[in-house]
């Protein structure tokens, strides 16, 4: 942990509550209320004075502050409100009081948004990477490289921004504007976004990293040592599909063991060669059997025609001319590579064997690309299943377990599923010394699966390197192009924070989206350490996020909580008197304890998310 960086985080925090509570302090002092302390901080005073009548103190502890004023409850003068008391004032007054501090969160956002758009903030360019297969994303055709301008409506310049537009969108077809890689106009696409496990709408797309393959090589490491440059280009992976994006040609090109060649583009432009000497380690002590989930289901078909009939979802696509097929990438290496009208097969959901020769050649001919066909066919993994594709390194493959395989059995453990196999995997790796695996191996002359194996593996490390390829141009710093479009841009991003807040409020109190995304100080505290490491922009805009979030928490209708009093000062001015002291009594203590447990939840939770993982 870098010590500056926590400090700055801390003392954000406690600006953003310092606010607030400035708030309360000026709207009270404005009113005529008597303020007997206005702290920076909590606990022991370090230093103070006395001015006006008032206690300004730096106290110990430098997270937020408070602000004491005279006569806040009813009781503290035997012979009622006193001049200068709270309670003396009229509901007005002490309405604009109590909200005075919510005032101030907005307000804060409001001024620093634009000045922050003036000066320039990092952010990730808003580009897509490589869409989940099957995906919402992958349906409406999107590609890696694609940037977003536009979701519903609202501009975008980040690409947190595109999940958040899409996570708190109103049901149905999302309308996007983009612009696909090497188009010159943009294009308007329809999406459908899908409900995530945790309530959020999704289009399940990553970020897409560097628009231009710019370089930045970590020093010292294989990529720097092969001699490319910073700012020289990453154009891709020798032997790899070029139109595949960047990050994916770089994966199917790592093999263990092996060296990694690639073409690199310098500042003129002149294409060279190079091969990284990589160094593979075996990734710490944890040993695995290695096996992977079998990739074959077909998840989605793109494009209509015969196909679709001919594979039905949930199939399993064994053989594309030929070869067999584990993953996507082995389905991209057979329709570039392997003999054109070899047969292709498949196992329908039902276990039949399904011949899809004419289907898939008819595909690829109507396409004219090889690759684009096999873009248009999502493979996934089926966790549902057991079926197994062994690493090329792995222990299994050693031991005998051959690709498409059903795992019946982990050290004498039935298992039926994926995650079973992952338990299992896990309970018989800690006992330490040899795995017995049980399969059911395919018998295509046959019932499928009859053959039951057992094999002894002996589970090791995975193998890992670092290539110290770093992009350059990931990050972009976002800035406006003059005050007035810092002025109106910052406005609208408060308006839209706002809107985004109170919508997922809105949703988690109606369990529309999952209370486990609810974060306290844990959460704020890792947030604002990460983005500290991002410079002082990047920190006030998240401030300016965090200050929204703390004005509509505080403006909620929970006693204890300023929308508690401003709730109690309407329905005091509804019935012409307030509230008992009996029922004020009892409904601070109710909010009290509604307030201490969601402490104890949102830490429970940030704890999960941030300690246990």
């Not at 595909?363 to 594709?389: K, M, N, Y």
Request: with cysteine.
């Amino acid at each position: 942990m870098n010590w500056l960086y926590a400090v700055q985080m801390v003392l954000g925090l406690g600006l953003v509550i310092f606010v607030h509570e400035l708030g309360h302090f000026l709207a009270a002092r404005w009113c005529g209320v008597r303020v007997r302390v206005f702290s920076l901080g909590f606990g022991p005073p370090l230093v103070s004075f006395v001015r006006g009548g008032v206690r300004y103190q730096i106290a110990a502890v430098p997270i937020g502050g408070f602000v004491s004023m005279a006569g806040e409850f009813a009781g503290e003068n035997s012979d009622g409100p006193r001049e200068g008391d709270l309670l003396s004032k009229s509901v007005g007054q002490r309405f604009f009081v109590y909200s005075a501090g919510v005032l101030m969160n907005l307000l804060f956002a409001i001024v620093v948004l634009p000045i922050l758009f003036w000066v320039g903030v990092p952010f990730d360019r808003p580009v897509l990477g490589d869409p989940v297969f099957g995906g919402p994303a992958w349906e409406a055709g999107l590609t890696a490289g694609t940037e977003v301008l536009e979701v519903g409506g609202n501009r975008v310049f980040e690409f947190g921004q595109i999940s958040s537009e899409v996570a708190l969108s109103a049901s149905g077809p999302l309308t996007m504007l983009v612009r696909p890689p090497g188009a010159t106009e943009p294009q308007v696409v329809r999406v459908e976004p899908v409900q995530g496990s945790e309530g959020f709408r999704e289009i399940q797309v990553s970020s897409g990293g560097s628009p231009t393959g710019a370089l930045d090589p970590t020093p010292d490491e294989p990529a720097a040592r092969a001699g490319i440059l910073p700012g020289e280009r990453l154009l891709g992976a020798v032997g790899q599909p070029s139109r595949l994006s960047l990050d994916r040609q770089l994966y199917r090109a790592l093999e263990p063991g092996e060296n990694l060649r690639l073409r690199i583009a310098d500042a003129d432009g002149v294409e060279r060669e190079v091969e990284l000497e990589l160094e593979w380690k075996a990734a710490g002590p944890r040993a695995l059997i290695g096996v992977a989930s079998l990739g074959n289901k077909v998840a989605g078909l793109r494009g209509g025609g015969p196909l679709v009939d001919a594979l039905p979802l949930g199939s399993r696509l064994e053989r594309v001319r030929g070869i067999e097929i584990t993953n996507h990438d082995d389905l991209i290496d057979a329709l570039l590579e392997g003999d054109v009208g070899a047969p292709s097969t498949a196992v329908g959901p039902g276990g039949t064997v399904l011949d899809v020769t004419e289907a898939l050649e008819d595909h690829v001919a109507s396409r004219r690309d090889a690759l684009a066909a096999a873009e248009d066919i999502a493979l996934v993994p089926d966790r549902e299943s057991t079926l197994v594709a062994p690493s090329p390194d792995g222990a299994a493959l050693e031991a005998g377990v051959l690709p498409g395989d059903r795992v019946i059995e982990i050290g004498g453990t039935a298992v039926a599923t994926w995650d079973e196999l992952l338990e299992a995997v896990a309970d018989a790796v800690r006992r330490g010394g040899e795995v017995e695996v049980a399969v059911e191996r395919p018998a295509f002359d046959s019932t499928p699966y009859m053959n039951v194996e057992r094999f002894v593996v002996t589970p090791r490390p995975a193998m890992v390197t670092e290539t110290g390829l770093m992009y350059a141009d990931a990050e972009f710093v976002f800035r406006t192009a003059n005050p007035l479009e810092a002025i109106t841009t910052g406005l609208t991003s408060t308006r839209s924070m706002l809107a985004d807040v109170w919508i997922a409020l809105q949703r988690i109190v109606t369990a529309e989206i999952s209370s486990k995304n609810i974060g306290g100080v844990v959460s704020m505290a890792a947030i604002g350490y990460h983005t500290a490491k991002q410079g002082p922009s990047k920190l006030f805009y998240f401030l300016c996020l965090l200050s929204i979030n703390l004005a509509l928490i505080n403006v909620l209708p929970i006693p204890v909580l300023d929308g508690g009093h401003l709730m109690f000062l309407l329905v005091e001015k509804i019935k012409g008197g307030p509230v008992s002291e009996r029922v004020l009594g009892y409904s601070q203590l109710v909010g009290f304890v509604m307030i201490v447990s969601l402490v104890v939840y949102v830490t429970w939770n940030d704890i999960q998310r941030w300690i246990i993982g």
